[in-house]
């Protein structure tokens, strides 16, 4: 810690449960990938432990999440994926992690939001008052929530997609995403093939369930940011 060697006073390998908020990308340049994120999204519900909850979000022209509260019925988070997500609209990407973040306030487990999007943030609704990815990432790392992301590269020449809203054709997903998930200890995954998606969604699910927690006990508690180095004996 700051360069002091800390005495580890907790470690455990135990599988720890998870709150997790799915928040998917429903902007028009995701249109065509509608269904793959769908199928997508199942998998991961279906690589959820019985202590596991789930809530499931999308955003376009609003930030919609449900149900209305933290569920492990995994056939009620099916059906959301089948029956309430939106239409197509703008790209409010830091407002919905923020909405997620908000979601997850005061649940006791390991808190997680997994985002999934192609394109940069883009609200689309001509309010001043629209979350930054440095306000998000303060936020998350105040409330203790990592972020895991997931991007879709789009491919083919940019254009606009869906009536003028949404990521653009050729684009890259927000260079936000790597940066708040390596700040909130989650993990980044860029794909260009929407194949892989269902795949990428339940690896997450499992990298979840294999996490070390490491604690140590600080000589005082000063209210700031630390900047923590982990080293193990073990080579890689």
Known sequence: DGGKLQPITVFSNDIQPIRVVMMLDRSGSMRGNFRLVDAAGAAFVRALLPDDKARIGSFAERIQIDPETFTADKAELVNVLRTKLQEQGPTPLWNSVDASIEALEGQDARKVVLVFTDGADAPGNFKLNNLSFMDISRRAQQADVMVYAVGLQSSGPPRVGGGGF????????????????DETGGGYFELTRGEDLAATFARVADELHRQYLIGFAPAKLDGKMHKIEVKVRKPG
């Open 166 to 181: 949404g990521g653009f054709g050729g684009s890259r997903p927000d260079p936000g995403l790597p940066a708040i998930a």
